[in-house]
């Protein structure tokens, strides 16, 4: 089974999502920003959750998470949640 281990912020907005992804690759911290802003509970954890299996999350955050590049952050991913930016750290397919 394929397994993932990412880590993402959580907003309300798209508009702060991509305030945020702007700040991160002109150097932020994705753990710092996550503490600050996410509205995920992983968000004391630097947005980390760990490894999961394929169909654990929600299809769109999955869909992502399954094709993405590694340790390169994607978004604004809009789910039922709100808007992620999501960086995948590991995956084995």
Do not use: W
């Amino acid at each position: 089974m394929p397994k993932a281990s990412a880590r993402h912020i959580l907003v309300d907005t798209r508009e702060q999502c991509e305030q945020l992804k702007a700040q991160i690759e002109s150097g932020a911290d994705f753990a710092e920003l996550a503490k600050e802003y996410s509205n995920c509970p992983s968000g004391g954890q630097g947005g980390d959750l760990g490894e999961f299996g394929k169909g654990m999350m929600v299809k769109e955050f999955d869909d992502v998470v399954f094709s993405a590049e590694l340790n390169k952050v994607q978004g604004p991913v809009q789910t039922q949640f709100g808007y992620h930016l999501i960086e995948v750290t590991s995956r084995n397919d």
